[in-house]
């Protein structure tokens, strides 16, 4: 079973970094797409970010410009740089993979980081 480990959250004034880290438990090459969600209080998961196997990123608009996603192969790490942080970008940040099985496509989640921006 995938295991993916998020850390790096917590609380950060306005206009203020965070960067999330997830490290996969297996070679992150296995998976096609490595990407970060968030879902704040009383709202719809979302994806923020996503990353595939040639490196090219995908971002929400809301956080063009701000955030930013790359991934060590050699750590099996995703990571997530979340600069200019507003109070809207509260939420709960979850890693996320997608591999291709036989069955289909296997989502494999982590347990979340929270994310806090306010003064």
């Known amino acids: 079973q995938v295991q993916l480990v998020e850390s790096g959250g917590g609380l950060v004034q306005p206009g203020g970094s965070l960067r999330l880290s997830c490290a996969a438990s297996e070679n992150i090459f296995n998976f096609y797409v490595l990407g970060w969600y968030r879902q704040a209080p009383g709202k719809q998961r979302e994806l923020v970010a996503s990353?595939?196997?040639?490196?090219?990123?995908y971002y929400a608009d809301s956080v063009k410009g701000r955030f930013t996603i790359s991934r060590d192969n050699a750590k099996n790490t995703v990571y997530l740089q979340m600069n200019t942080l507003k109070p809207e970008d509260t939420a709960v940040y979850y890693c996320?993979?997608?591999?291709?099985?036989?069955?289909?496509?296997?989502?494999?989640w982590g347990q979340g980081t929270q994310v806090t921006v306010s003064s």
């Open positions: 990353i595939d196997r040639r490196d090219s990123p």
């Open positions: 996320n993979s997608k591999k291709v099985v036989r069955a289909g496509i296997d989502d494999y």
